[in-house]
Structure formats: structure tokens, C-alpha cells
């Protein structure tokens, strides 16, 4: 019987068998990678179970209103006033156990970041455009982040 181009020789077969262990392989996920991804699981949602509403939303001076979150002795409150068409005045008081934050970022829609300078009472202002923020209030021993809210 005369060879094609269809007939495997033996080393032909000897590296397809071996090109089969390979892709095989390929296929199995390690042990370790699964274990990190069951992990990472629990931090899909981090920032939006540090800090709770701890209490209704408020009317303040004018058309403002301010919110109030906290996590354990970390306070943040956010009070929203109009500053002009399009913009608004976030005024902020961050403070855990008398102490005022160390630093304190409004982290805005688009994923910019405004860095706000608290001064010793913990406060700070920024006028900032409309649409959706939150804060993120680095404190000496605790990081806390609020949910999305609209300015």
C-alpha cells in the first residue's frame, strides 16, 4: 500500500500526542487561580459597604442638602449648595474620634479626582459641576468611602 499525505509516520504521531498534553494543559485552570478569584469576589463591592447613610437626607441653607455617613467612630457629612448655574458647593466635615482626616478626595463620574484640604476642624469647600460624586475620607487608621450620590 502506497503513503498519502494522510498517513502519519510514528514521529508524527508522537508529536501530536505530545501536542495534546500541551493544549490540555492550557485548559486547566491552577488551584491558586481560583482561590484568588473567590477572594477578590468579597471586594467587588468594598467602597460601597464602608460607609453607610446613617441618617436621612437634610435641608439646609437655601436649596442644600446634606448627608451624613459613618462607619464605626469615622464621620463624613457632605452638605450640597447651589453655586451657579451648572455647579454646586460641596462642603464637607470629615472627622473619626476628634481627630479630622488626613486627607479627603470627591471622586467624580468620569473617574477625576479633586483632592479637597481639610483645615484642622476637619472641613473643607470645593465648587464642583453637577452629576454624580463621592467622597473618600482617609483618616490615621481607617479609609472610608461613601456610595455614589448626586450633586
Same mark, same amino acid.
Given at each position: 500500500?502506497?503513503?498519502?499525505?494522510?498517513?502519519?509516520?510514528?514521529?508524527?504521531?508522537?508529536?501530536?500526542?505530545?501536542?495534546?498534553?500541551?493544549?490540555?494543559?492550557?485548559?486547566?485552570?491552577?488551584?491558586?487561580?481560583?482561590?484568588?478569584?473567590?477572594?477578590?469576589?468579597?471586594?467587588?463591592?468594598?467602597?460601597?459597604?464602608?460607609?453607610?447613610?446613617?441618617?436621612?437626607?437634610?435641608?439646609? =441653607? *437655601? /436649596? $442644600? #442638602?446634606?448627608?451624613?455617613? @459613618?462607619?464605626?467612630?469615622?464621620?463624613?457629612? !457632605?452638605?450640597?449648595? +447651589?453655586? %451657579?448655574?451648572?455647579?454646586?458647593?460641596?462642603?464637607?466635615?470629615?472627622?473619626?474620634?476628634?481627630?479630622?482626616?488626613?486627607?479627603?478626595?470627591?471622586? =467624580? *463620574? /468620569? $473617574? #477625576?479626582?479633586?483632592?479637597? @484640604?481639610?483645615?484642622?476642624?476637619?472641613?473643607? !469647600?470645593?465648587?464642583? +459641576?453637577? %452629576?454624580?460624586?463621592?467622597?473618600?475620607?482617609?483618616?490615621?487608621?481607617?479609609?472610608?468611602?461613601?456610595?455614589?450620590?448626586?450633586?
Amino acid at each position: 500500500m502506497a503513503r498519502t499525505e494522510f498517513d502519519l509516520s510514528p514521529e508524527d504521531r508522537e508529536l501530536l500526542a505530545r501536542l495534546g498534553d500541551v493544549v490540555s494543559a492550557e485548559d486547566q485552570m491552577p488551584a491558586g487561580v481560583a482561590e484568588a478569584a473567590k477572594a477578590l469576589h468579597d471586594w467587588v463591592s468594598v467602597d460601597a459597604i464602608l460607609a453607610e447613610l446613617v441618617a436621612e437626607p437634610v435641608s439646609v =441653607r *437655601g /436649596d $442644600g #442638602t446634606a448627608y451624613t455617613y @459613618a462607619v464605626g467612630a469615622a464621620l463624613l457629612r !457632605a452638605e450640597i449648595e +447651589p453655586a %451657579g448655574y451648572r455647579r454646586r458647593r460641596l462642603v464637607v466635615t470629615a472627622h473619626e474620634a476628634g481627630q479630622s482626616a488626613a486627607r479627603v478626595q470627591a471622586q =467624580r *463620574g /468620569d $473617574g #477625576t479626582v479633586a483632592e479637597l @484640604a481639610t483645615d484642622r476642624f476637619g472641613q473643607c !469647600a470645593l465648587d464642583m +459641576p453637577t %452629576g454624580p460624586v463621592r467622597l473618600i475620607a482617609q483618616f490615621a487608621a481607617t479609609r472610608i468611602a461613601t456610595p455614589w450620590f448626586t450633586l
